[in-house]
């Protein structure tokens, strides 16, 4: 029998659930902008924001959430912006580390460290040794993250390991334990909030066979409500991985 429209797109079961959960948070500054407010007031928003999704997601079957908080690109913005971004994360980490905690959280960063205040860094690698027997949620924050950038930092450990004679020929799972993201499972569904349709160098080798979704609402909207819908649209998808 011929393959019709209909039996190429039929749906999943309707009930599966993405384990791994990857957000890039868009939209702050324009958020702030419609109300006349400065950009940073979009940034605290939004970090309130991951807090409720944070909160939500062991309940929604997500065991794992990854967020894009700032890129290697977003050294190109003010000063002004960059520092009070920078504030925000060690105040997150500070504020919610008895939370995240006693809720099972553990959390983790992806990026590259060394541009970071020594003081963030020491604020990531506390909480990271607090949480790390955790597992009701795998919290992890891109902070100072490009994708392109952690392909080149992993091509250079790859490349100390065949040099010690570890390995000989490199595989995809020999790159992939070098990224950032090493023993992390790949996202199984990549949300981007604030209309905007390009991935921006977020996670190009762990999302390859991600399902996207993206939403016009600005990221100091977005509910759990929201990733609710979404989460009910990904178990209508059928992830075919190149088989028929
Ligand atoms: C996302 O919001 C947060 C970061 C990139 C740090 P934006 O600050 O990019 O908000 P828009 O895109 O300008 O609205
Ligand atoms: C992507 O948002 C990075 C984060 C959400 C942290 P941007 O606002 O920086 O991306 P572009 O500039 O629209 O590509
Ligand atoms: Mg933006």
Redesign the pocket.
Known sequence: MAETAASLSKPGEGDQRPRHVAII???????A?NRGWP?LV??RR?AERVKQIVRACPDLGVNWLTV????TE?WKRSTEEVLG?MGIFARYIEREADGLSTEGVRMRFIGGRERLEPKLQRLMEGIESRTARNNRLNLTVAINYGGRDELARAANRLAARIARGDIAEPTEADLADCLDTAGHPDPDLVIRT?G?TRTSNFLPFQAAYSEYEFTQT??PDFTPDHLAEILDRYGLRERRFGSV
């Open positions: 948070m868009d939209g702050n500054g324009r958020w902008k950009r979009g940034h939004g894009y908080a700032f890129s977003n971004l604030s905007e600005l990221w």
